[in-house]
């Protein structure tokens, strides 16, 4: 059973707070990432964006998508249509001020929706991404049956997630950081620790690499494939539907 971390209290729905908690940080958010990931989240995303790109997708899907970064990139394969969703309007405002800026509103569309109740038919995507998005899912397998659902067979799944490093000196220092210093950049920038304090907490509860690539199997995925990058502070799970 994982246990369920929410980011201000244990009354109010871990969605509810999901969506406040991105509102609440979404003018600095993209800042945020890249000085605590000393810039390495464009790699990441890049690592992502390169998987996807060598299943040559006509239609993907990146659930999480908030401020369009990643469905920026992967409006960069030929012939290839993104959707992104995200609960947070305020995240997804500025997603479509950088398409706009980009001149990309044909090749992307931005929807504000749930991840657990998708409005897409059965079998509508090639591929699925979601970047550090599925830690903050409310009901986890429930999202993983409706991502099933909207993908075609043979489709590629791509999750990039947070991770603790398994070497005993990078998970001290991650440690370290992550519980003291990340919480303080993230006042300073966005004046809210709680969400950058639920970051690290949401990391360390989040299933290890067996555990999630058995409830992925659980769910239907086959294929399932597992790398970790950066010392092993985020990792990356591909998976297809049979």
Do not use: H
């Amino acid at each position: 059973m994982i246990k369920k971390v929410r980011p201000y209290n244990i009354y109010e729905s871990k969605k509810k707070q999901i969506s406040r908690m991105f509102n609440n940080i979404s003018l600095n958010y993209d800042i945020v990432n890249k000085i605590i990931s000393f810039g390495s989240d464009r790699f990441w995303r890049k690592k992502l964006v390169q998987k996807v790109s060598s299943v040559k997708p006509r239609k993907t899907l990146d659930i999480a998508t908030g401020t369009a970064e990643v469905a920026i990139e992967l409006s960069k394969i030929e012939k290839n249509q993104v959707f992104g969703i995200d609960i947070s309007n305020k995240m997804l405002e500025i997603g479509n001020k950088k398409i706009i800026k980009l001149k990309l509103e044909k090749k992307i569309n931005l929807i504000e929706g749930d991840a657990e109740n998708m409005n897409f038919s059965d079998k509508s995507f090639d591929a699925i991404t979601i970047a550090f998005g599925v830690r903050n899912f409310d009901n986890l397998e429930k999202a993983l049956k409706e991502v099933f659902r909207v993908m075609k067979k043979k489709g590629l799944l791509v999750i990039l997630e947070t991770s603790v490093p398994r070497n005993k000196l990078f998970k001290n220092l991650y440690k370290i950081c992550s519980n003291f210093f990340l919480p303080i950049i993230g006042y300073i920038v966005s004046k809210d620790a709680k969400a950058y304090k639920y970051l690290y907490d949401s990391t360390l509860n989040f299933p290890n690499k067996n555990s999630f690539n058995n409830i992925l199997s659980k769910n239907g995925f086959i294929n399932i494939k597992f790398q970790q990058y950066s010392f092993g502070v985020v990792s990356i799970y591909c998976a297809n539907k049979p």
